[in-house]
């Protein structure tokens, strides 16, 4: 079996259905000598959703304790974001909202996975709600700004769940998930939907939907994967595959809502991050992960564009 499909079918495969609450990209029940004796040892690579990998400081699970709590915070809120007991909610449908919650934590593992779960509704029909949800690895955290309500020329990882299409000529289909790496000297363009920056991107039917939605990011050794379980069919679709992705230890994760002349409810119901087992050379864990310089091996030109501006090779 080839590598990728190897990873398609073993690392993203369903959810824990054991584990209710926990999903994870592991395989579905399967005799766990049976599982062994196929996989070896790659299953020790293998996130499965046990609490083992799950660190909870980085995690926002219900009962949200430790949010906004001045004792012992885990999770700091901002803007519109309001909590409740069954979702975080970024921003209500209404006109000119920005909310955002924040890891209080700075994550210091080098590979790591985070499984959102969350929802985007509202009663707006066809184009008229906006604009989405953004979730990131920052330096910087509680930040406002324009960018889905956190700051601009950001340093780290952002994944944008855009709902509307600013650009009239695109040829994308929203809603549309794409992925942004920064080093701080780029700046997202509102009126391309992040066109001239995007380093990958898939259309994903996630708003409004009547059943749970979920996104996966996964980050190992420089590859860095997102994948959506959007249709209620309990298992991961791929969205986003790169290679060659550099991020620093001690970022803080976050998401953030914006919403302008349209609107959305945008909530949160969870946020969990897994640890993943990964075997690093002696060269590797010498390096001082805390010093990278947020960075991409590679960038090709966002489909459609002509000219891209030579401030995206700044990254390389």
Same mark, same amino acid.
């Given at each position: ?16 259905? @054991? ?38 400081? $980085? ?44 890891? $209080? ?9 985070? =499984?959102?779960?969350?929802?985007? =509704? ?12 953004? +979730? ?5 955290? +509680?930040?406002?700004? !324009? ?7 950001? $340093? ?21 998930? *794409? ?5 701080? *000297? ?24 009547? $059943? ?53 409810? =945008? ?14 050379? !002696? ?20 489909? @459609? ?9 700044? +990254? +390389?």
């Amino acid at each position: 079996m080839a590598a990728e499909g190897w990873f398609c079918r073993w690392g993203w495969g369903r959810r824990c259905p @054991g584990r209710p609450g926990l999903p994870g990209p592991g395989p579905g029940p399967t005799t766990p000598l049976l599982l062994f004796l196929l996989l070896g040892p790659v299953v020790a690579d293998i996130t499965d959703g046990n609490s083992e990998h799950l660190k909870r400081e $980085h995690s926002l699970i219900k009962p949200y304790q430790g949010v906004g709590s001045s004792s012992m915070p885990l999770w700091d809120f901002q803007g519109s974001t309001i909590l409740t007991s069954q979702y975080v909610r970024l921003t209500p449908d209404e006109r000119s909202k920005e909310g955002s919650i924040w890891n $209080h934590q700075p994550c210091f593992l080098k590979d790591w996975e985070m =499984h959102v779960h969350f929802k985007v =509704h509202g009663a707006g029909k066809k184009n008229l709600h906006g604009d989405g949800i953004a +979730l990131w690895y920052t330096r910087d955290r +509680l930040v406002p700004g !324009p960018v889905f309500g956190s700051k601009d020329n950001f $340093h780290g990882l952002a994944i944008f769940l855009d709902t509307y299409p600013n650009d009239e000529t695109t040829e994308r289909v929203f809603p549309y998930i *794409s992925v942004m790496v920064n080093n701080g *000297s780029l700046s997202y363009d509102h009126s391309k939907d992040g066109r001239w920056t995007e380093l990958a991107g898939c259309t994903a039917d996630f708003r409004n939907r009547d $059943h749970d939605t979920f996104l996966a990011v996964r980050y190992s050794r420089g590859r860095l994967t997102v994948m959506t379980d959007l249709e209620d069919k309990n298992e991961w679709k791929n969205c986003i595959d790169i290679t060659g992705v550099r991020l620093p230890t001690g970022y803080y994760f976050g998401a953030s809502a914006g919403t302008g002349d349209l609107s959305d409810n =945008h909530d949160i119901i969870s946020m969990k991050l897994f640890q993943l087992m990964v075997e690093h050379t !002696p060269d590797e864990e010498n390096i001082d992960w805390t010093k990278i310089e947020p960075s991409v091996n590679f960038l090709k030109s966002p489909k @459609g564009n002509i000219d891209v501006p030579t401030q995206c090779h700044t +990254l +390389l």
